[in-house]
């Protein structure tokens, strides 16, 4: 053979050698969003176990009530379906929006339901609801946490799949970016709310 051939047989090594670790390290990010959405998932979970305990609670003391309680018990079978389906598929953006958008969804119905608890002196004296409530404010906590871990893992995976010469072996292999979950959606909810007196 001669060193033509030889160097040019050394530069395909080369390239292939770039290729297959660009590509690991790229299989690496995104097995690491699964990672950071598993424990996102973990707390869903707790949350979306502390909720009917909750229904449940208010349901007592709120009989007339039950178009609040039907909403929440609605909203939270949306968003267990919704994280079935991105922990089925954690890197797929639209698998994520779709949780996202179920989750502001029971943000809403949650703190309309918490609103109406608020107007009972019975039922936010009850032992049970006051243990409830804290248990779900540590949860949200915990979630909030988890979803920053999640964002940063998408940040590397997103960083590494977009910049050259990374892009052109996300490409090759079909890598799309990932998507970050987001706590609002537009601006009008990122306005502080205006409590006149």
């Not at 050698?17 to 299989?27: G, P």
């Not at 248990?135 to 979630?143: A, D, G, H």
């Not at 892009?167 to 959606?185: D, I």
Request: proline share 4%; charged share 20%.
């Amino acid at each position: 053979m001669s060193s033509t051939a030889w160097i040019i047989l050394a530069v395909l090594a080369c390239v292939a050698a770039w290729v297959v670790v660009t590509y690991n390290a790229l299989v690496q990010k995104r097995n690491r969003i699964a990672n950071a959405f598993g424990q996102i998932d973990v707390q869903l979970k707790r949350r979306y176990d502390l909720i009917p305990n909750l229904v449940e609670v208010a349901r007592r003391y709120l009989a007339h009530e039950a178009q609040t309680l039907q909403a929440v018990a609605s909203a939270r079978g949306a968003a267990v379906d919704a994280a079935a389906a991105a922990r089925a598929r954690p890197a797929d953006a639209a698998a994520v929006q779709g949780l996202a958008a179920a989750e502001r969804v029971l943000g809403g119905s949650m703190g309309r339901l918490m609103a109406v608890v608020e107007s009972y002196p019975e039922l936010k004296a009850d032992a049970t609801m006051q243990s409830l409530a804290e248990e779900l404010t540590s949860t949200e906590n915990r979630i909030g946490f988890a979803r920053q871990a999640y964002n940063d893992e998408v940040l590397a995976f997103n960083d590494a799949a977009t910049q050259f010469p990374g892009n052109a072996v996300a490409g090759w292999f079909g890598m799309r970016p990932a998507a970050m979950l987001e706590s609002t959606q537009g601006p009008q909810e990122r306005q502080a709310p205006r409590v006149a007196f």
